[in-house]
């Protein structure tokens, strides 16, 4: 057992020697004469509701029932936790370069993946293989909700909301679910929504609107999310890059969270990252930072 958890370090050791040597030696991945330019500053928001609520209700609550939550939906309650470092994330945005769709910070490219994220938010009912694809007109945004919540048509319907194109339900119709709702199992899975439409995919503030209803709904049938929350955390970053400005729309405590993993060697725990009972997102969270430099 001993051997094989060594030749596992070691070969991990290789793989990335060889790629930070490929990076140093090859550079830039586009046509040859290209010069990689960064955009002057960004004036990048990453504004978001309060997630005091959220945060309470997570810790009335026992440890069976968040031991249920970790089995179904992974670390993501460790994500309110994150605190939101606007500074940070405003110097880190400067460093996204669209022309590659990765952060370059002088001759060295770094980017997230689909492996570093699923390793962040540890579910180990998802399955890698399955991605998420959206289906047209299979169920209906109101069945979708129905079914989430165990909730009657009639009471579903009187909480949809419509404005302009979009179709949604306010957070405030889903608090009030999760600390009435009786049965255990619908609290849990009421209140995963709640951190995707408010913390992952936080667009309309407040809301929960129909794409995250879609995604979420495949989430329970095992299809992991990670693919689309690193498209909608590029396309994000590129469309604030390009006009300079803008809200930044997707998970931005996931991305800090990656940004803060990339320093494990700092604190020689290069092992854990193999242990199943390991949480990154966890140790992340219990190392103090200061949140005060501009």
Same mark, same amino acid.
């Given at each position: 057992?001993?051997? $094989?958890?060594?030749?596992?370090?070691?070969?991990?050791?290789?793989?990335?020697?060889?790629?930070?040597?490929?990076?140093?030696?090859?550079?830039?991945?586009?046509?040859?004469?290209?010069?990689?330019?960064?955009?002057?500053?960004?004036?990048?928001?990453?504004?978001?509701?309060?997630?005091?609520?959220?945060?309470?209700?997570?810790?009335?609550?026992?440890?069976?029932?968040?031991?249920?939550?970790?089995?179904?939906?992974?670390?993501?309650?460790?994500?309110?936790?994150?605190?939101?470092?606007?500074?940070?994330? $405003?110097?880190?945005?400067?460093?996204?370069?669209?022309?590659?769709?990765?952060?370059?910070?002088?001759?060295?490219?770094?980017?997230?993946?689909?492996?570093?994220?699923?390793?962040?938010?540890?579910?180990?009912?998802?399955?890698?293989?399955?991605?998420?694809? $959206?289906?047209?007109?299979?169920?209906?945004?109101?069945?979708?909700?129905?079914?989430?919540?165990?909730?009657?048509?009639?009471?579903?319907?009187?909480?949809?909301?419509?404005?302009?194109?979009?179709?949604?339900?306010?957070?405030?119709?889903?608090?009030?679910?999760?600390?009435?709702?009786?049965?255990?199992?619908?609290?849990?899975?009421?209140?995963?929504?709640?951190?995707?439409?408010?913390?992952?995919?936080?667009?309309?503030?407040?809301?929960?609107?129909?794409?995250?209803?879609?995604?979420?709904?495949?989430?329970?049938?095992?299809?992991?999310?990670?693919?689309?929350?690193?498209?909608?955390?590029?396309?994000?970053?590129?469309?604030?890059?390009?006009?300079?400005?803008? $809200?930044?729309?997707?998970?931005?405590?996931?991305?800090?969270?990656?940004?803060?993993?990339?320093?494990?060697?700092?604190?020689?725990?290069?092992?854990?990252?193999?242990?199943?009972?390991?949480?990154?997102?966890?140790?992340?969270?219990?190392?103090?930072?200061?949140?005060?430099?501009?």
């Amino acid at each position: 057992m001993e051997n $094989r958890f060594l030749d596992k370090v070691e070969d991990n050791t290789t793989v990335q020697t060889w790629s930070e040597t490929a990076q140093q030696g090859k550079c830039d991945s586009l046509a040859e004469g290209y010069v990689s330019e960064l955009w002057d500053f960004t004036r990048i928001s990453v504004t978001q509701i309060s997630l005091q609520e959220l945060k309470e209700i997570w810790d009335q609550w026992n440890d069976e029932v968040k031991q249920l939550f970790y089995s179904s939906y992974g670390d993501l309650p460790y994500l309110l936790d994150i605190k939101m470092d606007k500074h940070l994330f $405003r110097a880190l945005a400067q460093f996204w370069n669209p022309a590659y769709s990765c952060f370059t910070f002088g001759k060295g490219d770094l980017v997230p993946t689909v492996e570093e994220y699923i390793a962040l938010l540890r579910c180990s009912k998802i399955q890698v293989d399955r991605v998420y694809l $959206r289906a047209v007109n299979v169920t209906t945004f109101l069945k979708k909700l129905v079914n989430i919540t165990g909730m009657s048509e009639q009471w579903v319907a009187a909480r949809i909301k419509q404005k302009g194109e979009s179709t949604y339900i306010h957070w405030k119709n889903l608090r009030d679910l999760i600390l009435a709702h009786p049965d255990v199992k619908r609290k849990v899975d009421v209140f995963a929504l709640s951190v995707y439409g408010l913390v992952v995919f936080p667009k309309a503030l407040g809301h929960v609107d129909q794409a995250v209803i879609d995604l979420f709904d495949q989430i329970d049938k095992k299809v992991t999310p990670v693919p689309i929350i690193l498209v909608e955390t590029f396309r994000s970053l590129n469309e604030c890059r390009r006009a300079c400005e803008g $809200r930044f729309i997707r998970c931005a405590q996931l991305l800090l969270a990656w940004f803060h993993s990339h320093f494990w060697k700092l604190d020689k725990v290069s092992y854990r990252v193999f242990s199943e009972n390991y949480s990154p997102l966890k140790e992340i969270v219990a190392i103090p930072r200061r949140n005060d430099i501009s």
